[in-house]
């Protein structure tokens, strides 16, 4: 089997100690939370961290609470997050977004944090180590070039975490620890359009919470297009938040689309164009053709590019139309092989 | 269906289940010895190159490091089949990025793996051959040194019968180019081996394996031993689907290590390696040219087959005549022509997988039959009906059916997919689809020419009533263990639990070939039923004397050996093996089976017999989305022709199992390969080899299947059974393809067929031009000239008339003579 490389392992139980840990071991330590991302990796020896922080026994970031809005400890599983029942009636779209990420037991281990931190991905980045090597590796780790496109100083490596398109559209923000100061931040913030440098977060902070404003008012929903209805990462995911007002027209709206670039993509204008509407055909097809021209996947991921660019706007259809109210139960079924609200 | 059997059509706890479940069964990589030491495999990173030399001396002074080995330890070349020994344990000329070139034996596996990086390899880089094409325009630089020309392995040409004639009166001809991709085994296991050497130097190695047969004599090859000082144990295996049938470069390299190190080494392959071992359907482009009647009759077929071979022999040849070889089982097929050709690429080696080398042709097959029956306004089902090949008959390329249930198969599943009403009457984007098949039960010939049994079983009974069962048969999660009890059981009138089997180890039991063909319960099932009921008529003639009955009218059942007329009168079967022993010494028998004579006397006329075949059928529905093309497969009917059932529950989970390996490579499975520009780094590698983005459907994607086996008892068949294992793979693949021209009227005449594909069909279809996604065309092949076999009615006797040996042969005689 492929075995792990050799690593320093420290085990701290508090935040504030994680944090002294992370400011002073640099860049080269990493925090695992459920490994799922992370030990495949090193595994691959695409991730090689000198020192591995386990935030297992930091009972803190297992904390959740109700204010206003809704506290989720970055620590929690996704399992726990998917039967959660403040988030499955609030926050529909990070209920949907969670339950179908990965398989069961991947969601036994996987948590929120790791999965808003997830490493950017890319077919031939995702390689093992002998894998890579044989084609001189790429600019995201050992090597030069970008395979996806030879010409592109960035790389492209898509951004596939379903639960940050899903927590972008209900309007998150998180929390980042340090050992000096902290900060809070919208999670739109906290990624780049950069497969490298993914994140906004520096080495030395740990993302302790999520915060949820209240939802009052809101619908949202989050649908995943992928190979199979388990175990995939996504090819494109669709986020879509919506407030209506008492007569049943859009009062505020938010679309997010997930795995078409290397971070989330929010597609305001689409979203602005339905406010002060009601979600007719006509309407929910122009927005879902003004979302769909956000998409811009590249090829380094499953199914064929032209394809993906393609259904983006089908997808987004789908979502709005939900929001709607349409029953589309069959066509969910058929491509994601899984049944919400019964 | 029982029969008055004991056992046999009873559903039953498979004898391997609880431990199976319960992490009780030792696979390979599950074996640990004492002073053990781990191996790791540096593999080329070259599609194509000369190893010119390696120098190991920072990796043997890495601590923990045993030893490094590159091919100059093992030079010599092996090989499944005869004509194609063309393998090195660690080779001299990397022909696919994957290749191992050397090896580290240390410590544990991290050492090992970490020492492979401080291998300098100097290579010589070759030109790549990437796709078929590029073999038949390039004949060098040769993969190989050995085959036809330059990078063509083998070609084929038969022809049965008058097929231009038979083509040019038929009413109409339909000319359909399809082309198959590649696709994996995928079992859950990957392969290990562990090899120790005892004090006296005698080898063992324990493997994941199908063959251990054939490992056995290429190990004695390899190693430059004595056959009878190697014994090889095939641990029970975690799915082999025929990706554990070759002999694989890393038992050679444990054996090797552990003979040179004294110490027990072992290898545990990663998903990865498993990728390159390989071994997988071969993509294959085919052309079929057939003629029809009006009324649906087929006058004639040809056939063209290009197949990819990958880098390797390994089944290649067989599997190249399997692209030929049964498309005349299944439908009257009176005139036939069979081209084929396999090529060198450098891809990982492609061999057997489920269905061997036919599964492409009868994707190719029922579609064209789906399109004729469109063209003539026939219903597909009943233009197959009316088309059925006969029981008890001979083919036109020689092949002897026995019994064929295939008439019943479509019949049943017609009647439960309710296709009478729904074929064509569903709304838009809903369709359905119907297709056949038929596999072998056991190929008729060994892989090497012998005239000994292909299977032998061996009976040991005990004085506690217990009986052990010896065959070197391979458990490799098809249930073969249980079949082998069930029938001792059966026989012997006991409990399934009362037999213990030992299996698959060539220094304790006595030989089967393998695990592949379909050929294990047919083969090993008719050897136990002999051994057993061999071991019957001695406890019989015991008992009769005991009881003063005529042995003839003793019954073996509920554990108890009676008298038919008088129940009562009886004993125990422990008293029977009793008194048994007293009267005739310790208690064996023997049996033993070997296929029956070939009525093919071609040359090639060896791939395609066997003791019967088994047959099935099967309806797919489908559901595509006009805008997305996005499939979904809601239900699936199949009926097989199992001949007689064993054990229900076994065969209902190799049909369904089959039904799932089927939707993978109709949606969704592919080998495939990703060409890096060359300028940049040239590099040729397998585009996904993980468990993650090669993709094969979840639990989740399996659909409702409705499974119901049809039991039409083969002569030849043990207590009737036919195989189950691959057939019922078949008719899946095309069944989908003529579902999606059912629910939207395009055709995808390739696999995997993808929402992307559907899609561009539709594009096409939307512009007027023809609803179709597949290869345009096939080609240029220089063919060589036909081996003309006149079929049975048109007076042949089985053999060529043009054979140019058979000539040479005949002229000899004639020279002789005079
Ligand atoms: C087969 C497979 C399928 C998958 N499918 C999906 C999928 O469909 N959708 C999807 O979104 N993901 C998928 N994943 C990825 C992964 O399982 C999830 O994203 C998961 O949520 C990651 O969480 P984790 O706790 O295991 O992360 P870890 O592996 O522990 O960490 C992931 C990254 O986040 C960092 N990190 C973790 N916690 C924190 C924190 N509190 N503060 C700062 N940084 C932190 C780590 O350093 C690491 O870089 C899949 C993984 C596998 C192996
Ligand atoms: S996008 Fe380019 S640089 Fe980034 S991981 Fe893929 S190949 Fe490497």
């Not at chain 1, 997930?258 to 929910?284: F, H, Q, R, W």
């Not at chain 2, 492609?350 to 029922?366: L, N, S």
């Not at chain 2, 069962?469 to 249980?482: A, K, P």
């Not at chain 2, 393809?737 to 995997?752: C, H, K, L, S, T």
């Amino acid at each position: 089997m492929m075995r792990l490389p050799r690593f320093r392992y420290l085990a701290p139980t508090t935040t504030q100690e994680v944090a002294e840990v992370l400011a002073s071991e640099g860049p080269d330590a990493m925090v695992v939370a459920g490994g799922t991302d992370l030990l495949p990796n090193m595994k691959r020896r695409q991730q090689t961290p000198k020192t591995v922080v386990g935030l297992k026994g930091v009972a803190a970031l297992r904390e959740s609470q109700n204010g206003t809005g809704l506290r989720l400890g970055a620590g929690l599983t996704l399992t726990e997050i998917g039967e959660d029942p403040r988030v499955r009636e609030h926050y529909g779209a990070l209920h949907q977004a969670a339950v179908q990420v990965a398989s069961p037991h991947l969601r036994n281990m996987a948590t929120l944090g790791g999965n808003i931190c997830l490493d950017t991905r890319c077919n031939y980045y995702d390689q093992n180590y002998e894998w890579r090597k044989s084609i001189n590796f790429c600019m995201k780790k050992e090597g030069e070039t970008c395979w996806v496109a030879p010409a592109s100083k960035r790389c492209l490596a898509v951004s596939s975490t379903d639960t940050a398109p899903a927590l972008i559209a209900l309007g998150a923000k998180v929390h980042l620890l340090a050992a000096r100061e902290s900060r809070e931040l919208s999670l739109e913030e906290l990624y780049n359009n950069d497969g490298i440098s993914y994140l906004t977060r520096r080495p030395h902070e740990l993302l302790t919470r999520v915060e949820l404003p209240d939802a009052t008012g809101w619908k949202s929903t989050y649908w995943k297009l992928r190979r199979r209805g388990s175990f995939d990462f996504p090819v494109l995911g669709v986020a879509a938040a919506v407030k209506f007002d008492a007569g049943g027209g859009v009062a505020d709206a938010r679309i997010v689309l997930g795995a078409v670039a290397s971070s989330p993509i929010v597609v305001s204008e689409a979203a602005e164009m339905l406010v002060g509407k009601e979600l007719t055909d006509g309407v929910i097809e122009e927005a879902a053709e003004k979302a769909g021209r956000k998409a811009k996947p590249m090829d380094n991921t499953d199914f064929v590019l032209h394809w993906r660019k393609r259904v983006a706007q089908s997808f987004v259809g789908y979502a709005l139309r939900e929001l709607r109210g349409d029953d589309m139960s069959e066509t969910r079924w058929n491509t994601a092989k899984i049944r919400f609200g019964d | 269906m029982s029969d008055g059997f004991n056992l046999i059509g009873k559903a039953r706890r498979r004898v391997d289940g609880r431990s199976k479940v319960t992490a009780g069964t030792d696979f390979a990589d599950d074996l640990s010895l004492p002073r053990m030491l781990h191996c790791k495999l540096l593999r080329s990173p070259h599609p194509h190159a000369r190893v010119k030399s390696v120098d190991a001396s920072k990796a043997e002074a890495h601590p923990g490091v045993h030893l490094v080995m590159d091919w100059t330890d093992l030079p010599i070349e092996f090989g499944i089949l005869p004509v194609s020994q063309d393998e090195q344990g660690l080779t001299e000329i990397a022909r696919f990025a994957g290749d191992p070139v050397a090896a580290v034996i240390a410590e544990d596996e991290l050492t090992a793996f970490e020492a492979l990086d401080l291998i300098d390899v100097d290579y010589e880089v070759l030109p790549v051959i990437a796709e078929p094409t590029d073999s038949l325009e390039n004949p060098e630089p040769r993969i190989h040194d050995y085959g036809e020309e330059g990078n063509i392995h083998k070609r084929v040409s038969l022809r049965f019968g008058d097929v231009d004639g038979a083509l040019e009166g038929a009413d109409e001809v339909f000319d359909d180019i399809f082309f198959f991709q590649g696709n994996t085994h995928l079992p859950m296991e990957q392969h290990a081996s562990l090899a120790a050497v005892d004090p006296q130097g005698k080898l063992t190695l324990w493997s994941s394996t199908q063959t251990p047969h054939y490992v056995h004599r290429a190990l004695a090859r390899v190693m430059e031993m004595d056959p009878a000082h190697i014994r090889v144990v095939a641990q029970p295996n975690g799915g082999g689907f025929g990706g554990k049938s070759d002999v694989f470069n890393h038992e050679m390299v444990v054996c090797k290590a552990a003979r040179v190190l004294g110490r027990p080494v072992k290898i545990a392959l990663t998903r990865e390696e498993v990728f390159y071992c390989h071994r997988g359907r071969h993509p294959v482009l085919m052309r079929f040219r057939t003629g029809v009647t009006k009324s649906g009759k087929i006058t004639g077929t040809k056939l063209q087959t290009l197949v990819d071979g990958g880098a390797y022999g390994s089944y290649g040849v067989a599997s190249l005549f399997y692209t030929g070889a049964l498309q005349t089982v299944t439908y009257d097929l009176p005139r036939y022509q069979f081209q084929g050709c396999r090529v060198f690429t450098n891809k990982a080696p492609c061999g057997p997988k489920r269905g061997h080398g036919t599964v492409q042709p009868r994707f190719g097959q029922e579609i064209q039959l789906d399109k004729i029956a469109h063209k003539l306004e026939l219903d597909p089902a009943e233009m197959r009906l009316n088309m059925l090949a006969k029981p008890n008959s001979l083919t036109a390329n020689y092949l002897r059916i026995g019994s064929i249930g295939l008439g019943e198969c479509i019949e049943r599943v017609v009647k439960a997919s309710g296709w009478n009403e729904r074929y064509r009457n569903l709304p838009d984007g809903k369709g359905l689809g119907l297709a056949c098949g038929s596999y072998l039960c056991g190929a008729g010939v060994a892989i090497y020419w012998n005239d000994m049994p292909h299977s032998g079983v061996q009976l040991q009974v005990d004085r506690s009533g217990s009986v052990t069962v010896f065959c070197g048969c391979t458990e490799i999660g098809q249930g073969s263990d249980d079949v082998l009890v069930g029938f001792v059981a059966e026989v012997l009138g006991i409990e399934p639990f009362d037999v213990r089997c030992v299996t698959g180890d060539t220094g304790m039991t006595p030989v089967d070939l393998g695990s592949y063909s379909s050929r294990v319960t047919m083969m090993m099932g008719n050897a136990a039923i002999q051994a057993a009921e061999r071991m019957r008529e001695q406890i019989a003639t015991a008992v009769a004397k005991e009881l003063e009955v005529p042995a003839g009218r003793l019954v073996f059942a509920n554990r108890r050996v009676f008298d038919a007329q008088d129940p009562e009168k009886g004993m125990p079967f422990r008293k029977a093996v009793n008194r048994a022993e007293a009267m005739l010494g310790t208690l064996g028998s023997t049996g033993s089976y070997a296929p029956p004579r070939t009525a093919a006397r071609f040359k090639g006329g060896g791939v395609g017999p066997s003791p019967a075949y088994s047959y099935t059928a099967a309806v797919v529905e489908v559901d595509v989305d006009r805008t997305t093309g996005w499939i979904s497969v809601p239900k699936v009917w199949v009926a097989h022709d199992i001949g007689r059932t064993l054990n229900p529950v076994l065969a209902r989970g190799q049909v369904e199992g089959s039904v799932y390996m089927g939707l993978g490579e109709a949606l969704m499975e592919e080998q495939v390969y990703r060409k890096f520009p060359s300028k940049l780094s040239g590099a040729y590698v397998h585009k996904e080899p993980s468990m993650l983005e090669y993709k094969s459907p979840t639990a989740l994607d399996m659909p409702e299947v409705f499974t119901e086996l049809v039991e039409d008892p083969d002569p030849n068949g043990p207590m009737g059974a036919k195989e189950v294992g691959q057939g019922p793979l078949l008719p899946i693949m095309p069944a989908v393809a003529n579902a999606v021209f059912d629910a939207v009227g395009v055709r995808v005449d390739e696999v995997p067929i993808t929402p992307e594909k559907i899609l561009r069909a539709l594009d096409r279809k939307a512009k007027g031009e023809e609803g179709r996604y597949g290869p345009e065309s096939f080609p240029e092949v220089r063919w060589p000239e036909p081996l003309e076999v006149p079929p049975p009615w048109d007076g042949g006797d089985g053999r060529a008339v043009n054979d140019p040996d058979r000539k040479r042969a005949a002229k000899l005689a004639e020279v002789k003579s005079s």
